[in-house]
């Protein structure tokens, strides 16, 4: 009697240490496959920092895979001569000055018009131009405005908005329930009270996953620079990398890859700083209806 009500739990037992085992395999086996994938993604930022402490002879003539990703020597040097070739502060002064103004254009246009694509009806309010087909129209205003070979073009178009961030806010706004801004009316809210004290707030996730999204498209714009500038007193940091490459092809590698990892270092900064806010707003942007 005994024996039979024994078998029974000594066969469960052994079923649920096998699903234990299936469990953990599959675990180990994902994480292996992540970790491969994250390391294939990683080969870029390898080499790059590599690649900054190699001589020029070095990053031309690496022919093994040790010779490829380890610099001998080291040369420390290259730093210094990235410093050297280019003004870098004053570089770094006006791509801060331009994303800055870029980020806080950004918000608060698209915000707004996102705002009320949510919140009011019209014909043809959903109907945008991709900036492709506005670039030679936009240069030929700020071109009759004498605003040219200035760093006003770079960050003035921020505050008309932009069709991404524009609708990712407006799946936010959407989402919210309808009855708070009917209690806001009620209570004699205008629209812009409402924008400012109800509205905005709750969608803060969405609104950081802009800045971070307009920061990086800023910080590493190099198509509008080059439209717009020709004093290299105003060139951002994106187009002053190209000082190291010559007419001719020549390329300085080495500080080349120095300075651009200097000027990665802010962008990874801010992404794994508001990694958990940028990961919610976009998942939540899809989520909406």
Known sequence: MNDRRLAPAGGRAAGWQQRLQQFIQR?????????????????????LIATSFKT????VSSDTLAEFFVPNPVAWDNYGRAMARIPLWRYLGNTILVTSLSILGTALASSLVAFAFARYRWPGREAMLPPQVTMVPVYLIFAKLGLVDTLTPL???SLFGTAFYIFLLRQFFKGLPRELFEAAEIDGASSWRTYFTIALPLVRPALIAVIILQFMASWND???????????????????????????????????????????????????TAQKYFIQGIALAGMKE
């Open 222 to 272: 190099f198509l509008n620079p080059l439209i717009y500038l020709q004093d290299q007193a105003l060139y951002t940091l994106s187009l002053g990398l190209q000082a190291f490459s010559s007419r001719y092809g020549e390329t300085e590698w080495g500080p080349l890859t120095a300075a651009s990892l200097l000027m990665i270092i802010p962008v990874f900064t801010l992404f794994f």
């Open 27 to 47: 675990r180990v086996l994902y994480h292996l496959v992540l970790c491969a994938t994250s390391l294939l993604f990683a080969l870029p930022i390898i080499w």
């Open 56 to 59: 020029d002879a070095q990053v």
């Open 155 to 157: 960050w003035l178009p």
